[in-house]
């Protein structure tokens, strides 16, 4: 006569709790993925945002005051640490190619440079005071 029986075997449980285990491992390695690309999706965008302004400022910049802010300048605070090189070259009396290399600080992304050309505006007679 057999017993009826009465509740999980010692095996049957090391088969679910290694299952359990390899799952749980499975998603561990995924979640650590998804964290690391998002972090270098986040530092993506905070580099685009700081392209943005930096550029920005230099195209609103008046026109003979665009040699004084040549040079670099490294940042430690903020979401990007960097350091950001302008370099102002003039091509003509009137025109200047503007350089702007932003290196970040971290290594999981890659330094990046913006060129532009700024054209001296033309005298208007019907400005007083420009």
Do not use: W
Request: charged fraction near 15%; aromatic fraction near 6%.
């Amino acid at each position: 006569m057999r017993r009826a029986a009465r509740g999980f075997s010692l095996v049957e449980i090391i088969v679910a709790m290694t299952i359990l285990v390899v799952t749980l491992a499975g998603f561990a390695g995924l979640t650590a993925q998804y964290m690391r690309r998002a972090r270098s999706l986040n530092l993506q965008v905070a580099m685009a945002a700081l392209f943005a302004e930096q550029s920005q400022r230099l195209i609103v910049l008046p026109f003979d005051s665009l040699p004084s802010r040549a040079g670099c300048q490294t940042f430690t605070t903020g979401t990007l640490a960097h350091t950001r090189c302008i370099t102002v070259t003039a091509t003509t009396n009137s025109r200047y190619t503007v350089t702007l290399v932003i290196t970040p600080a971290t290594t999981a992304v890659r330094p990046d440079s913006l060129s532009f050309a700024r054209v001296k505006p033309a005298s208007n007679a019907l400005c007083t005071g420009c």
